[in-house]
């Protein structure tokens, strides 16, 4: 199999480069600096991607990488801090730049150089630095220059080594997926040959082959992630998978309900069906807890102790089987970057749970990966494409404590902005839209008396990848039509916001 690998230099755009490289049907793994040559070579990655990162290549305690791999006859793209490392590391100069650029930025570039072969020789890219290359190694020569960067890239084409300041990988990077697809395709040389069809059917085998005759214990929440690993592990084992549904009280508008009409025993599906009703139990004990990681690590370990639970009603379980994917991986700090949020399934998870082993069937996947794949599983379009919901659920769509009330504030506001934004056929364009509720209350007026309620957030993001995203324009008449029956409807609200922030610097959640 073609395998491209990122070396993860602490940057909080790596998944992304993995992404965007899967986009050219080619397998990618991100993998931390600390992994030895040794293991590198036993990969038998196609090409490697140095990513960016928050430190100075000069700086004695920054990440760096033996020379060594430079010799390894494997071409080699710098990004960023990658491309900084590329050149100190073989000789070259890198120094405070007198002029830092970040956002976006106008560069010219040498398109006869393989790297930006079909790319305009002025093109619109994302930097992001404070240092720069203020000196190339030996045997690179300048592909593009900015009037305050004079190496915006650089390029060693008889070493297949390239190397870009401005990051190809975030989508304000006008041409930066032509820029990826010539270094995957044209310069490593791979054919572009991963389709998610030889996933599932692999994926399918090696689960039956890993498992053989265990129980599996399968967490469901009826949402996207969950849905295609239980209907994935069904395949693989039939019978031998219960799957659990845990309804915690955090759930959107009649979803428990929901939930239960599609895997449940009326259901489409052959599957075990267990039903936990935990609504009061989750919110003793998240009574008091304000703090978002300290809810999310509360909702985690209580997940877990109720499929323990479970498990010893129904007997010995081997296995439990999550719907993890990717972008949860990495925001909970497992690889070399920084700590986004501790996902209740990845970081969030107790240090000891009473099962052999944890299964994650789609943990090197994408969103939109995951849902290619549901289809090939053959799972219905309306479940494939709905909505994404977090594993804590409301639980981090309330800021600050949560109660009974509050879920029930943010449910109700929540059912009444799907609603408008389905009949104003905008479900279908949107990334994630939801309402959530903060924690401040202010002073209204409502049929001539004095309110002091709460404010209710609108999101509405457009993200093909959930790792960037920017806030959604949407008109002002739908807005208004959300606020209006959101404070006429929904008892405990005086006050609507609509949320403009993108990812970064926020994320698509609140908490």
């Not at 890198?94 to 079909?118: I, M, Q, R, W």
């Not at 936990?276 to 919110?283: L, T």
């Not at 990848?465 to 209006?484: G, H, Q």
């Amino acid at each position: 199999m073609e395998k491209i690998l990122v070396l993860d230099f602490g940057g909080q755009y790596n998944q992304l480069i993995a992404r965007r490289v899967r986009e050219c049907n080619v397998y990618c793994e991100v993998w931390p600096y600390t992994k030895s040559l040794e293991e590198i070579k036993s990969f038998a990655p196609m090409g490697i991607i140095f990513t960016g990162g928050p430190n100075s290549v000069y700086d004695e305690t920054s990440p760096h990488y033996e020379k060594a791999i430079f010799e390894l006859n494997i071409p080699i793209l710098g990004i960023c801090y990658g491309s900084q490392l590329m050149a100190y590391t073989l000789g070259g100069e890198v120094k405070t730049a007198p002029v830092s650029e970040y956002g976006h930025t106008d560069v010219d570039v040498d398109n006869s150089d393989a790297l930006f072969k079909g790319v305009s020789a002025s093109t619109v890219v994302w930097m992001s630095h404070t240092d720069y290359i203020s000196k190339m190694p030996e045997g690179f020569k300048c592909t593009g220059h900015t009037p305050v960067c004079p190496v915006a890239a650089m390029a060693n084409p008889e070493k297949k080594l390239y190397a870009t300041q401005f990051h190809p990988e975030v989508m304000h990077t006008r041409e930066g997926m032509a820029m990826l697809r010539n270094f995957v395709i044209s310069i490593c040389g791979c054919h572009g040959e991963w389709r998610m069809d030889s996933f599932v059917e692999t994926t399918i085998r090696e689960l039956r082959a890993r498992i053989g005759n265990g129980k599996v214990l399968c967490a469901l929440s009826g949402g996207v992630d969950s849905s295609v690993a239980a209907v994935l592990l069904s395949k693989a084992v039939g019978k031998q998978l219960t799957c659990v549904f845990v309804d915690h009280g955090l759930l959107r508008k009649n979803e428990g309900d929901e939930v239960e009409a599609v895997f449940g025993p009326n259901g489409p599906y052959e599957l075990n069906f267990i039903r936990v009703n935990a609504q009061e139990r989750y919110y003793a004990k998240l009574a008091g807890v304000t703090e978002p990681e300290q809810k999310r690590k509360i909702i985690g370990e209580e997940f877990i102790r109720v499929f323990e639970e479970e498990a010893g009603k129904i007997g010995a379980v081997d296995y439990l089987v999550q719907g993890t994917i990717y972008p949860d991986v990495i925001e909970s700090g497992l690889g070399k970057s920084a700590v986004i949020k501790s996902h209740h399934n990845v970081g969030g998870l107790p240090s000891v749970v009473n099962f052999k082993e944890i299964i994650e069937p789609l943990r090197m996947l994408f969103k939109d990966e995951v849902r290619k794949a549901g289809l090939e599983l053959g799972i219905p379009e309306n479940l494939v494409y709905r909505q994404p919901f977090p594993g804590p659920g409301l639980g981090i769509r309330i800021i600050g404590e949560v109660t009974a009330e509050k879920v029930r504030i943010v449910q109700d506001a929540d059912y009444i902005y799907r609603d408008e934004i389905a009949k104003a056929g905008l479900d279908k364009g949107l990334g994630q839209y939801f309402a959530a509720l903060t924690n401040m209350r202010s002073v209204g007026v409502m049929g001539d008396f004095r309110t002091y309620d709460y404010a209710v957030v609108l999101r509405a993001v457009n993200t093909s990848d959930f790792m960037t995203a920017d806030a959604a324009e949407l008109k002002y008449s739908v807005l208004n039509k959300v606020m209006t029956r959101i404070i006429n409807e929904v008892k405990g609200v005086n006050r609507v916001f609509y949320d403009l922030t993108s990812k970064p610097p926020g994320t698509i959640e609140f908490e």
